[in-house]
């Protein structure tokens, strides 16, 4: 059985080689003929394809999946360097004739319990994924992204077998697939084994993008009605929270691009804008400009980048120019402090 047929990759071609942004997803596509098209052949070249310069011999046109490719491959290298391993190896790939079947071995061996088996689990995680072409596109474009983006990620098949961020980000795509079939139970009930098992808690109804990174991943929490726009990079810690007990839409909207650093708290139905860094540790209580950088307690705009993703880059370091700019305010704010002060005696 083919887990991917050839009218899956086709379609998933046309929406590589042009995606709809968080905005345009929202508004359902308008002024999707103004959009900057993003090149993925940089951030993500197994993938990159232009149909109309598409070789004859495309891995894609011809119902190849390199990503699965260089998957096996990797676990043959592997077994030959360690043969301790390659039992699991085989159980958990060289078995498999594709990625979601493979996935979906890894994600029921991880999360199941006694009454919650591992036979059940792979039943419903493979069923869900052999249907839904998005999670198809997305499990490939969010292990790309983390190996290309975490320098500790040696291979396709590391993140794959050992990475608990990518572990928890797919289990979420299946607990919303089930969501959004009305399957509601089913889905808080993954939900709960992956805070459980991975220390990841996302609520089934979030909505979130592909090629996704969460880095590390223990104690994130992402609240019921955040929306995570595509190619962002999340660090541990980081929390999508709301600010009481309103209801309806309560949660952050994340745009296309946006890096949030360790333990960056956003509270509330505000939005980060597309391509905006946060510093680790900020506290975001207000909407965040596009392409700014934001740091403190709690958080303010503390100077603009010139990236247009900085999650594809993961650069955290500051600049002598920053550092320079942050000293700037600093006295600037001291010193209309003083005057406020000197004003005041005088009107007294």
Not at 227 to 241: A, E, K, Y
Request: with cysteine; hydrophobic share 40%.
């Amino acid at each position: 059985m083919a887990c991917v047929s050839d009218d899956s990759w086709a379609s998933l071609t046309q929406v590589l080689t042009g995606g709809l942004s968080l905005k345009e997803r929202e508004d359902g596509g308008r002024g999707r003929g103004n959009s900057v098209k993003f090149p993925f052949e940089k951030v993500f070249p197994v993938y990159a394809m232009d149909v109309s310069k598409a070789d004859s011999g495309s891995v894609v046109d011809s119902g190849g999946d390199p990503i699965w490719d260089a998957v096996r491959e990797e676990a043959k290298l592997e077994a030959e360097k360690e043969p301790i391993l390659s039992s699991f190896l085989y159980a958990s790939i060289l078995s498999h004739d594709c990625l979601e079947q493979a996935l979906a071995f890894v994600l029921a061996n991880r999360l199941q319990n006694p009454t919650l088996l591992a036979t059940q689990l792979m039943d419903i995680f493979h069923d869900v994924m052999m249907h839904d072409t998005d999670i198809q596109r997305a499990i490939r474009l969010d292990v790309q992204a983390f190996k290309e983006r975490d320098p500790a990620c040696l291979s396709y098949c590391s993140a794959l077998l050992y990475f608990k961020g990518y572990h928890s980000l797919q289990s979420y795509r299946v607990a919303h697939a089930l969501w959004k079939q009305d399957r509601k139970i089913l889905a808080l009930a993954l939900q709960s084994r992956i805070s459980e098992v991975f220390g990841v808690d996302i609520h089934p109804a979030a909505r979130i993008g592909e090629g996704i990174i969460l880095d590390h991943a223990t104690g994130v929490v992402i609240g019921e009605t955040t929306v995570v726009g595509n190619r962002v990079s999340l660090m541990h810690g980081v929390t999508l929270g709301g600010t009481g007990k309103e209801i309806g839409d309560r949660h952050p909207k994340v745009g296309d691009g946006a890096l949030l650093g360790a333990c960056v708290t956003i509270l509330g139905n505000i939005k980060i804008g597309e391509g905006a860094m946060l510093a680790a540790g900020s506290l975001v209580l207000k909407d965040v400009p596009p392409h700014s950088m934001m740091a403190g307690t709690p958080a303010r705009v503390i100077g603009f980048i010139n990236e247009q993703d900085p999650s594809l880059t993961m650069n955290h370091d500051a600049t002598k120019d920053f550092f320079q700019n942050i000293a700037v305010g600093l006295r600037e704010e001291k010193s209309n402090g003083s005057l406020d002060q000197e004003n005041k005696g005088n009107n007294a």
